[in-house]
């Protein structure tokens, strides 16, 4: 746990360095993120430490976001005012976004896997069983 | 020592109504209304309110809470290896669908607030909802918002997600993982993939991907976008 954590950590920190020497738009840990990704690839599996500190922390990660979300809290005259904008913004936005990314991925999958099929009916791909 | 500004306490406090809301929305069997971190801002709020405590001493308090949201997002580069695979199969369709879903997101939001007439600093903080809140901050000060107005949309966003988004994708017909998850993700950022890790790892993954993606695109062409229609 302990190791992995410390994994975690390091590659935090170096996703915060690559962010802030290379002057890049994305946050550290997101940069963290793919540093890791990158590293695992390059080992091929996941090592048990880190796979359990990983597992831990992602389960509980929802309340990560506690704290922040109390500082609504500072804009309560905000709210009072444009509450109406901000809450049909936030709903009809996220609505968009869901069901959007949702349905284009599935018609794109779809597609794609139709035209493989066409293609592989055809007999040009072997038929993999 | 006084207890009054004390991480002890504001911790405690923290840990203490979670868990409580967790045993809510265990017994409401996750009702979308009794998402746990909904219930708990909502808690939290009402008694910082009626003890006068103002928000920067209780966030200072909670800095422990607040610190692991990094080495968190990193972890989910884990389940994303583990399903590397799945990923790769299906990347055109996925990087389509961020896109279009993150555009369609955009473009709501910015029309909404265009028809109601409300001020740039509030249109460009509500824009950056659907990013992770970290880089949110950034983006919505480069465009013209308020880095903290910013960060409190994102979680706004990614509750409301947390709390509706599994039930309206059922209502709609999406029962693959890929599709859930990533939908969470690109909407609702780490909040969607937490939520959505509870369904299934595999669906977390693609969650956790799609908020990558998100937070990078967006890092990239929302300032260009904003141009166009901030």
New interface residues.
């Given amino acids: 746990m302990i190791k992995g954590m410390a994994t975690l950590l390091g590659f935090q920190l170096t996703g915060e360095l690559a962010a802030r020497l290379g002057h890049l738009p994305i946050s550290g840990p997101i940069c963290g993120m793919a540093a890791l990704l990158v590293w695992l690839h390059l080992k091929g599996e996941v090592e048990n430490e880190l796979g359990k500190a990983s597992d831990g922390i992602l389960a509980n990660m929802a309340i990560l976001f506690v704290p922040v979300g109390v500082g609504a809290m500072s804009y309560a005259s905000l709210f009072a005012s444009a509450w109406l904008v901000i809450v049909s913004a936030i709903v009809i936005g996220a609505g968009a976004t869901l069901l959007t990314t949702a349905f284009v991925t599935r018609t794109l999958i779809v597609w794609t896997a139709r035209r493989v099929s066409d293609v592989e009916d055809q007999g040009r791909l072997p038929v993999s069983q | 020592m006084d207890l009054s500004s004390a991480p002890l306490l504001y911790l405690g406090l923290?840990?203490a109504i979670?868990a409580i809301a967790l045993e809510i929305n265990r017994r409401t069997r996750g009702h979308p209304l009794a998402n746990?971190?909904l219930l708990?801002?909502c808690g939290?709020?009402a008694l910082?309110?009626l003890a006068r405590v103002d928000?920067q001493n209780?966030?200072a308090n909670?800095?422990l809470?607040?610190f692991?949201?990094?080495?968190?997002?990193?972890?989910?580069?884990?389940?994303?290896?583990?399903h590397?695979h799945k990923v790769r199969r299906?990347a055109?369709?996925?990087i389509?669908?961020?896109i279009?879903?993150?555009?369609?997101?955009?473009?709501?939001?910015v029309a909404?607030?265009a028809a109601?007439g409300?001020d740039v600093t509030?249109k460009a903080s509500?824009s950056t909802?659907?990013i992770?809140?970290?880089?949110a901050m950034?983006?919505a000060e480069?465009i013209g918002g308020a880095p903290?107005?910013a960060?409190?949309?994102?979680?706004?966003?990614?509750?409301?997600?947390?709390a509706f988004?599994p039930w309206?994708?059922t209502k709609?017909g999406?029962r693959?993982s890929?599709?859930?998850g990533?939908?969470?993700g690109?909407?609702?950022h780490?909040?969607g993939?937490?939520?959505i890790?509870q369904e299934s790892e595999e669906a977390?993954a693609f969650a956790?991907l799609?908020m990558?993606l998100t937070?990078?695109g967006m890092?990239?062409l929302l300032?260009l976008l904003a141009r166009l229609v901030l």
């Fill in positions: 923290t840990l979670y746990p971190v708990s801002v939290l709020i910082l309110w928000y209780y966030f909670v800095q809470i607040h692991l949201l990094g080495p968190a997002t990193v972890a989910l580069a884990v389940p994303l290896f583990r590397r299906a055109l369709p996925i389509a669908g961020l279009c879903g993150s555009a369609a997101g955009v473009f709501t939001t909404i607030c109601a409300i509030l509500l909802k659907s992770t809140a970290p880089v950034g983006i480069q903290s107005l960060a409190v949309f994102a979680v706004l966003t990614g509750m409301i997600g947390a988004g309206l994708l709609c999406v693959a890929l599709e859930r990533l939908a969470m690109t909407t609702s780490g909040q993939t937490a939520r890790l977390g956790g799609s990558g937070a990078l890092a990239v300032p």
